[in-house]
């Protein structure tokens, strides 16, 4: 049983839900640093599990952590949407008329 692989998943679904608290209050600086922080979590958890591995009931929770981040994601893009499109618009040198 691996317990070291499993706090690295519990260690990314806290950040995920940390990126989607910040997303929903619109602070995407925060999302991008917290993003950053997922990446490191998943390069440290490639590189652990290639020598260890989850038992049966181990995978299952790992299965259930993997969903809510899944989640997670779907509504931080769902966000994240709107502000994107503005960023688009600007780096196309149109400005969003606000009324």
Not at 59 to 73: E, G, P, Y
């Amino acid at each position: 049983m691996s317990t070291q692989l499993l706090s690295y998943y519990e260690a990314i679904e806290q950040a995920s839900a940390d990126m989607l608290s910040a997303a929903r209050s619109g602070n995407w600086d925060e999302v991008v640093k917290l993003e950053g922080a997922c990446v490191l979590l998943i390069s440290q958890l490639k590189h652990a599990a290639g020598s260890q591995q989850l038992g049966p009931d181990e995978a299952q929770l790992k299965t259930r952590i993997m969903q809510r981040i899944l989640v997670n994601d779907a509504e931080i893009r769902h966000l994240a949407e709107p502000w994107l499109e503005d960023l688009d618009q600007l780096m196309k040198g149109k400005s969003k008329t606000v009324h």
